[in-house]
């Protein structure tokens, strides 16, 4: 009777053992799982390009860059900070209409990076605007960016500079490339 039992025993604790192994394999491929990654690892940064600034002091220090930045999670990513190698300061903007002009400013709360979805940062719209820039960038030459996201997690591109004379905004407020 009792070796009936310990068989028996021995029969259920194996098959316990591959019901828990079964939920286990069950759950790691499981798509509901979090994603646990940092925004910096969610997005992907594509075809970063900056202004050319050929004359720092005729064009106030300031020029713009621009991407396609995607996000494959499952949650909105915000970058809410940039700085750059040949700025001073980097800032968030967006181009607004108000009142039948075109108006730069910069970005309440940063850029949001939709789930599964894409920011395009273009001329006449959400950018990157590098003020104080302290050096000329000529067409050709590669400028290094790097955002941060509301993780605090990082990421770094290369931006090509080319030419380009489209999208003349206005400043709002007046923009000096200098922080007080």
Known sequence: MARRHQVRSAGLTAF????????????ACSTDSPDTRSDADAITVSQPWV??????????GMTSAFAV?????????????????VAKTVELH???????????????????????????????????????????IRSGDTVTITARFDDGSTETVEAIARDFNGNQENYSPEHTGERS
Do not use: C, Q, W, Y
């Open 69 to 85: 930045v995607e996000n494959d999670s499952d949650r909105d990513v915000r970058i809410v900070s940039a700085s750059s190698d």
């Open 94 to 136: 967006e181009v607004v209409e108000s009142g039948g002009t075109t108006t730069m400013r910069e970005v309440d709360g940063g850029i949001v990076v939709p789930a599964k979805g894409s920011a395009t940062l273009d001329p006449g719209g959400e950018h990157f605007m590098l003020m104080g820039v302290t050096k000329s």
């Open 16 to 27: 316990a053992a591959a019901a828990l192994a079964s939920a286990t394999l069950f759950t």
């Open 51 to 60: 202004k050319a600034l050929d004359d720092v002091a005729a064009d106030g």
